[in-house]
């Protein structure tokens, strides 16, 4: 015997494509909360007062406490992880493999006036080689990465509802 919804296929694949895309979006960031990069929290205690930075990001830091001043909070709301490939040109058939792994923070620091969305990168190849980044980012595009599939959830629940048909209604 099948089984009959009074619910439209294509509602049912818009929840369960809008659900993949939640979790692809939301699990990165729930992961780093519970397993946290030690490298990367030991560039955000270095940016506030006391902490000691990682050997490659001494400079990084130097920078960034120097141009906005020590770090006084810092909330984390994202991050990151990718990698690439590289291929040397200059005759070498050898492979870099560098891998990236930001986090991002709604920081505020002594010398600016509000809070600001500060993205703290770490870029590691296969060598052990590691380089630091602090820099500011957008807003905006933080918020657009966290509303579309929010939205798209919420359409695709909106769809998939159980209504009333109209001799109910009666």
Known sequence: MAFKSSRP??????LALSVIFVCATFL??????????????RVVAALREGGIAPLDADNVVD????VAGPLTKAIP?????GGSIGFHLSGSHEQTR?????????????????????AITLFANEA???????GEINAG?????YAIPVLLLGI???????????AQAL
């Open 128 to 134: 052990g080689q590691r380089a630091y980044g602090i």
């Open 28 to 41: 990165p960031f729930m992961y780093s909360l519970l397993f946290p990069n030690e490298d990367i929290e």
């Open 98 to 118: 560098v891998s990236q792994t930001a986090y991002i923070y709604i920081a505020w620091f002594q010398k600016h006036p509000g809070p600001m969305v500060v």
């Open 63 to 66: 920078q960034a406490k120097a």
């Open 77 to 81: 709301i994202g991050c990151s992880y």
């Open 141 to 145: 595009s933080v918020a657009r990465q």
């Open 156 to 166: 695709s629940l909106f769809l998939v509802r159980k209504r009333k048909s109209p």
């Open 9 to 14: 296929i294509y509602a049912i694949v818009l």
